[in-house]
């Protein structure tokens, strides 16, 4: 009998209610149960007051030295107060609400109490005492602490893993293979799971966890390595035919020289594009480094060898911008590129949909839209994913039912430390460009009060005189969405009354399709001299005439919103400025301003990010694709996460991992992840 075949119900003391509670923490099995583990220990080691500090919680041993005091206040509540010699000291031990006691605490006789110690009043406020001739039960131990709910109580749960330990504990299987265990010095499983709910001393209990949070980081990365390599070995992805020679013809055509580093990526995503696997590839690279021309080269390159291409932005400002550039870029040479957005009018939609499955269309540009339901292309060999998180797993398995198994491209500007591009991407391969176009100068940024604003409207006339452009970004106000507006409404007022003789726009989230399009259009053509702009500017958008951002508040903004936000200028050839408007009140907002000054690159931006908050809020804040872990602390953990890592990629490159018998559990635990339901795994 299997572990995770025994319903937890088997267990004596396991009701049909507390079956139900348990079911609700992902208990089912005794298998679930016995992988329910503490999150910290309770230590009831009997100590002496001279190791205890004032205000520390300790556990300590004493005699009863004189009667119980009990006195009744408020609407059933009391107060029990003893006399107790502890390690030579009388002190007075105090319990509230427990009056039960009182008739127990005999003058003479021994008692171990636990509670806060507070050493000016010879104190101890208990939480809980127990006599030692009734027999020990918690004193002398550590007692694990698990998170609890309902009419689960910590006793009951204890003692009903304790009964599972004592009764299979022993039929725990091993998982990891003895190599690796040999490698990290890690304990078996079913040690490992003995002593995390019953170690012996601390030391113990950290063994034991460690052994479970390297087997829970190596089961995650196992996963998506063996994901990585079975997407390499299957070959039933689009083979993009298409010659170098034809590449180079088009990059001829393009306004620009491509940087070194544009060819490098370009080079790589081709060899992926060629190849019978599906490609599964991430691009990332800072702000204004030039991914769309790399989109776009991807596209032409699907298009020539006869399929078609995705582009999926995350807003319609920016589809819409993309449906402009593709369109002069592949236009040009004799492509038809489509937008499909929630704001086209039924005969629109029609139209471009009927054009996508017959064909007669070859790139569409547009939000999620268009890969769901209802669209249907003739041959789709790639989807470009901009300024998005990750194209999901799911995302992928909605174009393999509907028979399609595109290529896929993620470009993200949220430059992730290589360190986190593992956790989060390392199912993916990864292309990096490194350096901006070239003649490019650092943004100059500048932190400044809000008492300076007069010298900021200065230094906006004197980029709009010059025949520049600027963004005005409003404080953002999380909590309200009308507010925020309101926020942007009133700044776009206070400008206008500044600068009577200038445009200025105004666009936020609420207002239509066809505004945005409008305003966006209005500033790209420099018929509109300031934009007054929510975050909605904050990703993808390019106006390269624009040279000055100021960002109100700018203390509200994290450091990454930042970064985007500043990224929409030094787009062009001419010198660009950021302004961060803000006087903040904590250090972490200075840290911010601080760290925006001294930088402008955007990897050391998130290296900073991230050593300032640590990497769980890091991933903690945006949609990341990072799982919950049961036992691993991304933040503490990391260095695991990167053996496991390595150690995974190395397995499963590894043929005998797909056949041989010692990783038939490893294979087994693939099996039941969703990520492989209906894939043939070896
Ligand atoms: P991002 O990586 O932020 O998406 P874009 O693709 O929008 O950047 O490119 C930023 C700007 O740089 C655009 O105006 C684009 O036309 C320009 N650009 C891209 N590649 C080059 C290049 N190799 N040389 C000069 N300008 C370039
Ligand atoms: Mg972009």
Known sequence: M???????????GVSAQKELELHAFGVHTIADLLDYFPFRYEDYRIRTLGE?????????????????????????????????????????????????????????????????????????????????????????????????GGSITQQWIRKTIAQALAQYGEMVEEILPAALMEKHGLMLRREAVRHIHQPDDIAQGQAARRRLVYEELFLFQLKLQAYRSMNRKRMDGVAHVVEGEAIRAFSRTLPFELTDSQKKVVNEILIDMRSHACMNRLLQGDVGSGKTVVAAIALFAAVKAGHQGA?????????????????????????????????????????????????????????????????YFRSLGLVVTDEQHRFGVNQRSVLRRKGLNPDVLTMTATPIPRTLAITAFGDLDVSTLKERPRGRKPIQTNWVKHSMLDRVLGFIRREVEAGRQCYFICPLIEESDKLDVQNAIDLHIQIQQAFPDMRIGLLHGRLSAAEKDEVMRAFGANEVHVLVATTVVEVGVDVPNATLMVIMDAERFGLSQLHQLRGRVGRGGHQSYCLLIADPKSEIGRERMKIMTETDDGFEVSRRDLELRGPGDFFGTKQSGVPDFKLADMAADFEVLEEARDDAAELTARAEFWTEAPYARLREALRKDQLFQGELLD
């Open 2 to 12: 299997k572990l995770d075949e025994l319903p937890v119900r088997q267990m004596k």
């Open 52 to 148: 205890t500090q004032d205000g520390e919680k300790a556990t300590v041993e004493g005699k009863i030295m004189g009667n119980p005091i009990l006195q009744r206040y408020g609407r059933a509540k009391t107060r029990l107060t003893c006399k107790i010699a502890v390690d030579g000291v009388l002190v007075t031990a105090v319990w509230f609400n427990r009056h039960f006691l009182q008739d127990q605490l005999v003058p003479g006789r021994d008692i171990v109490l636990t509670g806060k110690w507070e050493q000016k009043r010879l104190q101890i406020t208990v939480s809980e005492s127990e006599f030692p001739d009734k027999g020990k039960a918690r004193s002398g131990t550590l007692q694990s602490v698990y998170s609890i």
């Open 311 to 375: 582009l999926m932005v995350p807003t319609e400002i920016l589809a819409d911008q993309h449906y402009r550039s593709l369109q002069s870029l592949l236009g040009g040479v004799g492509m038809q590129v489509a937008l499909l957005t929630g704001s086209l009018t039924a005969t629109q939609r029609r139209e471009v949909l009927d054009g996508l499955q017959m064909g007669l269309i070859d790139v569409v540009v547009g939000t999620q839209a268009i890969i769901q339901d209802g669209v």
